[in-house]
């Protein structure tokens, strides 16, 4: 539902560049979906109006589309009005950066804007999943808009704190305030192709005929989200719409259900990848399975309907993963049948198991050990005249987990010494389930940055 801006109520608007999950933080901050959400830039284009309640008080949330200050021409033209418009209009600007991609030109075009303004802004750091500490954003500090906030929209960290610093310049904070999203909930999404059972699988465990499950394909249109508890552990299921080759996707709604489903598996905590025995790994489940790993998501493999097919069958299905998903090596595959209820319990293991790797934390001195008895034990491969030295090693983020190297000529390492020593950070920390992504910081020279500044001095003949 859109709403009209008003003098009666507070009005906040978010700006930033495009794709620092702007949408996302609005559907966040008014609890709702109203703003359609993916990962590419450009997709939000006029101001879109919410509803906010915070305590007692309530405010309008304004979304825009990405915002380019100086853009002369054509549509950024007529979105960086509308934004412009939205910044008018508003009482508190939130100024959304990406935490992960770092600052921008763009950034500081935005930045020298809203300072000219000299309306309260506050500066946002989204996609802070495992980066509270802050010390990665250090060199948002140069945008000279002040401190820097971090939040993940996707995931409700810091939502609570970012609206009372949005209302505490409106002198209209109210002790009473609703809590961030409820902590130790696991989101588990549920993917795969159109009709391998997810409906089904739901059902199942729901033990009730939640879910509409048709033998038909396309059955389930939008990414539908169930509270679950099991053993005292509390779940929210979110199935989502079967994604189809991109050549096949011709309605306009199946588009919207695509979408959904790409923010379905961006949100979760666990994605558990459902594959049709009857129909073997495809290329639909190649694609699928590489967005959950582009995204970091924990996964668990399971192969559905396994009771429909013979042995032949099912030894040609286990090569075909072993070859076409070898780069989820790293997923526990199970083999179930939804229907039958066959399989169903392990499956609950590998999912706790994949949820506790993806936010394991691992602490600095034992990476750091762990990473030179590596190199004692493996060095890596000379490089011409040099060999890279790792030093430390300390943890850069969860879910994915993100392990980051420091050392001299880090740019040498070879890919087959990366993976030897993602073997043996799995090995120690029991990492099954989740990616890891281990990220290479070079030492730089002070001689070679600058070198007009040391001149080769001159030798007399």
Not at 336 to 347: E, N, Y
Not at 394 to 417: C, D, F, K, R, W
């Amino acid at each position: 539902m859109a709403f009209s801006p008003s003098e009666m109520k507070p009005v906040i608007a978010l700006v930033g560049r495009p794709n620092v999950g702007k949408s996302t933080l609005f559907n966040r901050l008014t609890k709702s979906r109203d703003a359609i959400v993916a990962d590419f830039s450009g997709l939000t284009r006029d101001r879109h109006y919410g509803n906010c309640r915070h305590g007692k008080h309530e405010f309008i949330v304004v979304d825009t589309g990405g915002f380019e200050p100086d853009a002369a021409s054509g549509i950024y033209m007529e979105m960086a009005k509308q934004t412009r418009q939205a910044v008018a209009e508003a009482d508190v600007v939130v100024f959304v950066v990406d935490a992960r991609a770092g600052v921008s030109a763009q950034d500081h075009d935005i930045a020298n804007y809203l300072r000219r303004l000299g309306k309260p802004c506050i500066l946002v750091a989204n996609k802070a999943e495992g980066m509270l500490e802050g010390v990665q954003l250090v060199e948002f500090y140069e945008l000279g808009l002040g401190n820097v906030y971090p939040v993940s929209a996707a995931h409700g960290q810091g939502i609570r704190t970012l609206i009372d610093l949005a209302l505490e310049p409106l002198n209209l904070h109210d002790d009473e305030s609703e809590p961030d999203a409820e902590p130790g909930i696991i989101k588990l999404a549920l993917a795969g192709r159109p009709n391998v059972g997810k409906s089904t699988l739901i059902n199942v465990w729901l033990g009730e005929e939640r879910l509409v499950a048709f033998d038909l394909p396309g059955t389930t249109r939008d990414a539908i989200s169930v509270p679950f508890e099991r053993n005292g552990q509390k779940f929210e299921l979110i199935d989502t719409a079967g994604l189809r080759r991109r050549g096949k996707v011709f309605e306009a709604i199946e588009k919207f259900s695509v979408v959904k489903t790409l923010q379905a598996i961006e949100s979760a905590h666990v994605v558990l990848l459902l594959i049709d025995a009857t129909q073997g790994v495809t290329d639909q489940d190649a694609h699928i399975a590489g967005y959950i790993l582009e995204n970091g998501r924990a996964v668990v493999l399971a192969i559905n309907k396994w009771d429909a097919v013979d042995d032949y069958q099912r030894e040609l299905i286990k090569r075909s993963i072993e070859t076409r998903l070898a780069f989820l090596k790293f997923a526990n595959l199970h083999l179930i049948s939804a229907q039958k209820r066959q399989g169903l319990g392990p499956l609950w293991t590998s999912i706790a198991q994949a949820y506790r790797a993806a936010t394991c934390k691992m602490s600095t001195p034992i990476l750091t050990r762990l990473l030179l008895e590596s190199v004692q034990f493996q060095s890596p491969k000379r490089s011409g005249m040099f060999r890279p030295k790792l030093r430390y090693a300390h943890q850069g983020g969860m879910n994915p987990p993100v392990i980051v190297i420091h050392g001299n000529s880090l740019e040498h390492v070879t890919e087959a010494y990366k993976r030897f020593l993602e073997g043996r950070f799995r090995k120690e920390f029991d990492l099954a389930g989740t990616p890891l992504r281990i990220e290479m910081k070079t030492s730089s020279n002070p001689f070679t940055e600058n070198p007009a500044e040391f001149p080769t001095p001159l030798v007399s003949a």
